[in-house]
């Protein structure tokens, strides 16, 4: 089958057959903000077939400052629908389906249990251990990205994996939520940690590559320290 055009640059680092894999991979983008609409953005381009978008929240004016999607003219508007225009507008070929809800243990199911890889771009500890759990059920692996301020962090869980359990423990503090609604978060870092993701997700497919499994990469851009942690 004939590359299309728009993926020659791709090539070579990418061959023939394994960008005809990207083009009938599904991933779950859950959480379509300062992350995950960059991780939609990289998905769209590099040429994953069927992206599934999911997110229940609108854009305001305190996105502006990192969330890609948003622009001052999409302000109350769904992300989840900002996301599936942005992926029409970059390749019409690609298959959406966008979810204007927040995932729960209870209505993931129609969409998990179609996907290959979910990707975790929610800032709650809870809603993390949640997710985790909804992709255990259904055997996929999980890719998960959060940021703070320019500190960021990204792990590779797959199914049989202790996972978040490693990173907060088995009695984190219920109801807690990320550390970057304390510290917020800037664009640059955002787009790095989603960045880390996409390549995650983008190997896992591919089965190519050394996975973030069991290990927990850690960042801080304002001092460049990069530190991969073994998790075990």
């Known amino acids: 089958m004939k590359i299309a055009e728009c993926y020659i640059r791709n090539l070579t680092t990418l061959d023939s057959q394994e960008q005809l894999v990207l083009g009938d991979s599904r ?23 069927y992206l599934y978008l999911v997110d229940g929240d609108t854009f305001t004016p305190s996105n502006l400052n990192r969330q890609l999607l948003c622009t001052e003219k999409l302000i109350g508007v769904h992300k989840a629908d900002a996301a599936l225009e942005r992926v029409k507008e970059i390749n019409s070929n690609i298959h959406v389906r966008s979810f204007k809800r927040f995932l729960t243990s209870k209505n993931c199911g129609d969409i998990f249990e179609e996907v290959d890889v979910v990707v975790d771009c929610l800032d709650s500890i809870d809603d993390r251990f949640m997710i985790q759990e909804a992709a255990r059920k259904y ?29 907060y423990g088995k009695n984190y503090e219920k109801n807690l939520k990320g550390i970057e609604t304390r510290v917020g978060n800037l664009s640059f870092c955002a787009m790095f940690v ?29 001092s460049n320290s990069f530190e991969i942690m073994e998790l075990i």
């Open 27 to 49: 991933v779950c983008i859950a959480g379509l903000g300062g992350l995950g609409g960059n991780v939609v953005e990289m998905l769209a381009r590099i040429g994953i077939g």
């Open 139 to 167: 055997s996929i692996p999980l890719v998960s990205g959060a940021i703070a301020g320019t500190s960021g962090q990204v792990t590779t869980i797959f199914p049989q994996d202790k996972g978040f359990e490693l990173i």
């Open 194 to 222: 989603a960045s880390i993701q996409a390549s995650e997700v983008v190997k896992l497919l591919l089965n190519r590559g050394e996975l973030l499994r069991n290990k927990l990469l850690l960042a801080d851009l304002m």
